[in-house]
């Protein structure tokens, strides 16, 4: 049994009935006529969004291998990251305070993939230096201080999801033409409704998984290249620590989903072209072959207090790309704010006098 | 002895007699030579002698005091052509400076136009439309206020021949010089801030693996907007050597 559905006007709303003259449908409210075909592309229900994933991350450790792992606690901030026997913890990448050997690694998941570490403590070094270079409202003090050797290189597990995204994406859109008569000036809105379905595929969406890790910080060094990823051994781990996940695939899960869906409407919006606005008014995504896989990611951390506040830079360890938040030197900013304030202000002035004299 | 006194009087009387004569005619010479260049030209009879008298001495004292001529003139029709034409015309025609200023009436037509030619071009062509509003406050309306309306005039040319800058441009001035060190010093702020969370999981998706099945641009309605252009009758032109601001009143 058929369900009756009520077309609804895509301009005010109202309630549309069928013109037996002209063989449209007119809304009797705004007066607006539509072909069939028009409205009922407008008022389809496109589907809910089906984003499951399949989770078979991470293996199961062969023998032996767990033991070799040494697990730290760092007793101010409760981070805990691992090392391999041969590698000795002091200081806790997070807060820099101390850390606490706990015993042997246990009841954790064996990562599918790492990529290892491409650039060195060196590199890293440089790549702080570089990134306080330059930056004209950094405070001269915060460049002064040196924590150059404080640099720690840390394998950070991630949740890589890939997928294939079935989409179907109804966007408003708008063209406006503008023209003018000797009387009057004219604006014309054509409004256009988009209809957009296909599929693109997307391989190791990254989504931090550790707590202790600011996911801002460890998104702002992506993108990560995957190519040069290898199954995970760990002999990679010599020299380096590394961070126990601590958030379930489960949970990471609506971060993935959320860049998805996102990243598929914009690729679709691109292929609308020549309009002013396009909108997207509804989207549904669905996902097939969506697996979730655990990798370690190297990064290269740093922190620093400077006036009570923690400052963490990040360096890609595969990449080199070099983030972190600085502080800014209020006093400079307004004392050169003003400065030029007065300088254009005057340069301002005088051209107008030049304009009157000449 | 009265009779020598009285021949001393008659002689005198016809000395000065002369001499008045002689004064006279120096003035005359004085007088006619001035005539040559008058100021105000009041070919439709708007203003009494006295007005033109004073205007054209106003007219004078500002005009030397700025080494132009400043001209008033007025006629009762344009014959069919523009006003700014009428103007330049007239003033090209009758010999006055090159460097100059006038306002130009046509009474029947209810036509203004301020033309100026030479160093008054230079120091009032940006204060043409000024000039012209000043004048046309005392005239429109119905008020007709002919001999304020070229006072007005002439004081106004007083006040803004020379090179000045208006008062507010000194806040001005700071405001904008503000705003425009805003921009240099907020891209040295943004410059500090590299943290931030991804928008999306463009990175990742697999190159060419984007497969549109359907693309379908639909369109629904059309919606035309009209405003109508507001009716502004003055206008701006450069005929006859200078430059001209003209409307209606």
């Known amino acids: ?358 | 002895m009265k009779r020598i006194f009285a021949f001393v009087f008659a002689v005198l009387m016809i000395v000065s007699l002369f001499a008045v004569s002689a004064f006279c005619a120096e003035v005359d010479l004085a007088s006619t030579s001035q005539n040559e260049k008058q100021f105000v030209v009041d070919e439709a009879g708007l203003l009494t002698n006295e007005q033109i008298a004073q205007l054209n001495k106003k007219c004078k004292e500002v005009g030397a005091k700025y080494g132009i001529d400043v001209v008033i003139c007025t006629q009762p029709s344009l014959n069919g052509n523009t006003v700014d034409v009428a103007s330049a015309d007239f003033y090209n025609g009758a010999g006055y400076s090159d460097n100059g200023v006038q306002i130009f009436v046509a009474s029947e037509d209810r036509k203004i136009d301020v033309f100026a030619k030479g160093t008054a071009d230079k120091r009032l062509a940006v204060h043409l439309d000024t000039l012209r509003e000043t004048a046309t406050d005392f005239l429109s309306n119905g008020k007709d206020d002919y001999f304020s309306a070229f006072s007005a005039f002439v004081n106004k040319v007083d006040e803004l021949f020379p090179p000045h800058v208006a008062l507010y441009w000194i806040p001005l001035s700071l405001i904008l010089g503000f705003l425009i060190a805003l921009i240099p010093m907020m891209i040295a702020k943004k410059k500090l801030k590299t943290v931030d969370m991804q928008s999306g999981a463009a990175d990742y998706v697999k190159a060419g693996s984007m497969n549109v099945t359907q693309s379908n641009d639909i369109f629904l309605y059309r919606h035309v907007d009209r405003k109508a252009k507001p009716k502004n009758d003055s206008s701006h032109s450069s005929y006859g050597g200078g430059s001209h601001s003209s409307g209606s009143y």
């Open chain 1, 1 to 358: 049994m058929a369900v009756m559905q009520e077309f609804k006007c895509p301009n005010c709303g109202g309630a549309i009935a069928f013109d037996a003259q002209s063989q449209k449908l007119v809304c009797p409210y705004c007066s607006t006529e539509f072909e069939v075909d028009a409205l009922k592309s407008a008022n389809e229900d496109l589907g809910q969004d089906e984003m499951n994933w399949q989770v078979n991350a991470g293996q199961q450790w062969q023998d032996g291998e767990e033991g070799t792992m040494r697990s730290y606690v760092c007793q101010s901030c409760g981070g805990e990251i691992i090392g391999d026997e041969n590698t000795a913890a002091t200081s806790c990448p997070y807060c820099s305070n101390p850390v606490v050997m706990s015993g042997q690694v246990s009841g954790t998941l064996k990562p599918d993939y790492i990529i290892p570490f491409k650039l060195d403590k060196n590199a890293a070094k440089e790549g702080l230096k570089n990134h306080l270079n330059k930056k004209f409202l950094l405070p001269k003090v915060f460049k002064e201080e040196n924590h150059l050797d404080e640099v720690k290189g840390i394998y950070v597990p991630f949740w890589l999801f890939d997928a294939d995204a079935d989409a179907k994406i109804r966007y408003r859109a708008t063209r406006v033409r503008a023209w003018s008569d000797s009387n009057y000036n004219y604006t014309e809105t054509s409004f256009y409704l988009l209809l957009r379905a296909g599929n693109v595929t997307f391989e190791r969406v990254p989504v931090d998984g550790s707590t202790k890790m600011p996911d801002d910080l460890m998104e702002s060094v992506e993108p990560f290249v995957f190519a040069d990823a290898t199954e995970f051994s760990t002999a990679y781990l010599a020299g380096y620590l590394a961070d126990k996940y601590d958030v379930d695939a489960e949970q990471s899960i609506d971060r993935a989903n959320q860049r998805v869906k996102f990243s598929t409407e914009e690729a679709f919006k691109n292929t609308a072209v020549g309009y002013t606005t396009v909108t997207p008014e509804q989207s549904s995504v669905k996902l097939s072959n969506g697996e979730a896989k655990y990798a370690m990611y190297p990064v290269w951390l740093l922190n620093t207090t400077y006036k009570n506040e923690k400052y963490t830079f990040a360096m890609n360890g595969q990449t080199g790309k070099f983030v972190g938040n600085l502080p800014m030197d209020v006093g400079k900013f307004w004392k050169w704010q003003m400065i030029l304030t007065a300088g254009i202000g005057a340069v301002i002035y005088g051209i107008n006098w030049l304009l009157q004299i000449l």
